[in-house]
């Protein structure tokens, strides 16, 4: 059974940091991409940033030059270092695995809570 788990939410002022972490339990992640999407309070769920299996990373405009996608095979990771956040950051970020696109993944965690205070 898959498990994705993420962690490292929080609150932080405007221009702040946070990093984010995912793991995912129960398979392999070596051949799979990763990624992670966000959703705010009466928004749809949208695409932050994914990695493929070999590293090659894309990003939401909103989000390029700020955020950087990474991952760790053998822990079964992926990270999103979040810099210069702005309030429109603030969002519930879900970890994604196994086949992500720009629109969906087979795999969800269950949220961090990212809030950026003005």
């Known amino acids: 059974q898959v498990q994705v788990e993420e962690s490292g939410g929080g609150l932080v002022q405007a221009g702040g940091s946070l990093r984010l972490s995912c793991i995912v339990s129960?398979?392999?992640?070596?051949?799979?991409?990763m990624g992670w999407f966000r959703q705010a309070p009466g928004k749809e769920r949208e695409f932050v940033a994914r990695i493929s299996p070999s590293g090659v990373t894309q990003y939401a405009d909103s989000v390029s030059g700020r955020f950087i996608i990474s991952r760790t095979n053998s822990e079964s990771a992926v990270y999103l270092q979040m810099n210069n956040l702005k309030p429109e950051d603030t969002a519930v970020y879900y970890c994604?695995?196994?086949?992500?696109?720009?629109?969906?993944?087979?795999?969800w965690g269950q949220g961090t809570q990212v809030t950026v205070s003005s």
């Open positions: 994604a695995f196994k086949t992500v696109t720009e629109s969906t993944a087979d795999y």
């Open positions: 129960g398979r392999t992640v070596r051949t799979y991409s």
